[in-house]
Structure formats: C-alpha cells, structure tokens
C-alpha cells in the first residue's frame, strides 16, 4: 500500500514529504493508521546521529491512531483498537520482562538497527530503495507496520493529539517520579528542562503531592505553563546559580528528589542534580546525554560522605503494555495534564518548521497530524 511519509536522507538533511510503497504485516505485526504523532528530541539524536540509526530513515516513535490489519498469530491488538504506539516492544518473556522490567526488555537491542525482528524494512521509495525504520515504529509516516507489541491499545473516547505524548516523554517523565524515584507525598523535588519529558515528571510529582516543585529552564516563557501544571518555582539558570536557588528555597536542605530531563553535551545540569539534592537524596536521570559526555563531575568523597543515590531511569521504569493504558485512563480522569504541554498542532508538510521550534525552544512540544 502506499503512505505519505517524512522522509531524512543522510545526516542533517532536512526532511522529504512523499509517497513510500508498505509493505503488509507479517505474523505477529500489526498495521496502524496513525493521526497524530509528536516530535520528540530524541528523533533529532537520529537526524544529527548522536545515535546511530541507517540513512534514508523514517523517524518518529511518539503516535497514536488505529489497527487497520494485522498479520497471522497477533493476540495483543485487534482491528479497530485505538492504540498508543511504544518504542519498547516488551515480548513478556525474558528475564528482565518476567521481572515486571518490561522497559530493559531484550528486544531492546534491536532498536536502533533500521529494521523491523526479521531484519528487513517494510518501506521503499519510488526507485525502489529501502527505507529504514527507527525504534521499529517510523511514526513519522501516516501508516506504519510494527511488531504487536509495539501497538498498546487504550481508551477509546481519548484524544489522539494528546495521548501521542504517552508513547515516549510524558509516561517516561511520570514514570521516574512515581516508578523510579518513588516520589513520597509531602516531599521537595526540582527538575531540570521543561520540555515533554520534564512535563511527564511535573505531572508525576504533582501525583505524588509534593509540596515544593521547582522547575530549572532557561526560557522564561516555560513558566506560566509550569505553573499551570503545578510548579511551585521557577528558576531561570542564566540569570542565578539553581544550586543556591534550590537551597535558599529548601531553608540549605536541598530537595528530595531532582530530576535531569534535558540530556545535551556537558554533565552540567547532571552536576548541577547532583549538588542541589539533600543528604540521601535520589538524583535520577532520564535526559539523553550526547555520546560524547563520558564523566559527571561529582566529588567522590562528598559521594561517600552524603549518602546520595544517583539513579538512571529508562523509560520510567514501565512496562509499557500494563502501564500506558493506565496513564491514558488518568488523563481521561483529569488527573494528568497532557493538554498544556501541546504548544502546536501542524501538518507533517510543516515537519522542518516543527524540528526548528524544538531546536530553538519556541515549544514545549510540537504534535503532527495526518490529514
């Protein structure tokens, strides 16, 4: 069948809109009609290959839309489920998914090789080249072919260009808060970056009712919308030391918990986690580095004498397939804000201008839709 696909030729290319061949589903893989996906940063690590994935590829791994076929032996999905789609496909049987850790499932591995299991794409252009996929999902094209459980299925009667977000950063954020970190009700916690993935754990700490929810970012503009969400400060890292913010505010203790969901090329705001949590605190860290950052700068005696945790949270700690039906439920309850952090809605003819407002933090998160 033929899809309208955003299309990245080589590294920093910008994208090509245009018509791919898909394949059909085979055994244990489903056809998904996707209406909106998001615009995730780490879909800019493929295109400036800060992770490695093959060129010409379709990116894109945060969409929701509806089963329009499967293929042969597929018992998770049926045709008509509304779905989220999820980058980890947890195949509920090795040892890390046995463990209720559906999120380090060994399929893991596979993500970043451009192929679907069998290792073979399911696109081609119009000469006849193979495309290759990215997180086995490729949201970025209106139909897509993924592994079953790649497809969660979820809630009817929710909005497809809000629950897109659950495929990636908003349950990645709301995971670590409430899986990973654990966050105590009555605690103090500070997150570093207000993009979607900082959003997720704004929403899982307002779940978790702390007291105290101070958000680090640089754009001021960030802050009205944190504070709708339910930021009790915000500090601005280029006009004061968040450091000495963090513990001016937390009487010297420092907070509880604090979170790094920026990523980027330094070990800056990681340091910066690490130093602004109180003794036997939990730093957790769930922002993308680039590859290049290889050390924190920590004193190793403080690390002793503090009894500080630092922790990695992959996927928030979810088992995607349990999990996301949950958070979609939440939303639909009013318990969970996905409608502040959709700053756009655009068409993916306007991708480029999407990837530009996300470079340039003009959104919080751009959201495509298929028309």
Not at 42 to 66: K, R
Not at 298 to 323: A, N, Q
Not at 357 to 367: A, K, L, Q, T, Y
Request: aromatic content about 8%.
């Amino acid at each position: 069948m033929k899809t309208k696909a955003a299309v990245v030729y080589e590294k920093e290319a910008p994208f090509v809109i245009e018509e791919l061949e898909l394949a059909a589903p085979k055994a244990g893989e489903v056809l998904v009609e996707l209406v909106n996906t998001g615009i995730c940063r780490t879909d800019n690590h493929a295109w400036d290959s800060s992770m490695s994935n093959p060129f010409p590829a379709v990116l894109g791994h945060e969409g929701a839309g509806i089963v329009r076929e499967v293929g042969p032996g597929v018992t998770t999905c049926k045709v008509g489920d509304h779905v989220v789609t999820v980058w980890m496909p947890s195949c509920g049987k090795c040892e890390p998914c046995r463990s209720g850790m559906g999120n380090i499932c060994v399929r893991g591995a596979h993500l970043q090789s451009g192929t679907l299991f069998d290792g073979k794409t399911r696109f081609k252009n119009k000469k006849g080249q193979e495309v290759f996929h990215w997180f086995m999902l490729s949201a970025f094209s209106q139909y897509i072919v993924v592994p079953e459980e790649s497809a969660v299925p979820v809630n009817k009667e929710a909005p497809f260009e809000k629950i897109c977000l659950l495929g990636c950063a908003l349950t990645a954020g709301f995971g670590a808060a409430t899986r990973t970190a654990m966050v105590e009700a009555g605690s103090t916690a500070a997150l570093w970056g207000f993009g979607g993935i900082g959003a997720g754990v704004l929403n899982g700490l307002k779940a978790s009712t702390c007291r105290q929810i101070i958000v680090v970012d640089p754009l001021d503009w960030k802050e009205e919308p944190a504070r709708k969400m339910g930021a009790t400060h915000f500090i601005n890292p280029l006009k004061e030391d968040p450091v000495a913010k963090i513990k001016e505010i937390t009487w010297g203790r420092g907070v509880d918990y604090a979170f790094e969901c920026w990523g980027g090329k330094d070990s800056t705001t990681q340091a910066q986690c690490f130093h602004a949590i109180r003794n036997r605190g939990k730093a957790v860290y769930l922002g993308g580095p680039d590859k290049t950052v290889q050390s924190l700068p920590v004193d190793c005696l403080s690390f002793c004498l503090t009894d500080k945790i630092i922790m990695g949270s992959l996927y928030g700690w979810v088992v995607p397939l349990v999990d996301v039906p949950k958070f979609v439920d939440l939303y639909m309850a009013g318990k969970m804000d996905l409608d502040t952090p959709v700053s756009q809605v655009i068409k993916l003819e306007d991708i480029n201008k999407g990837f530009d407002d996300m470079r340039n933090g003009r959104v919080i998160r751009s959201v495509i839709r298929f028309d």
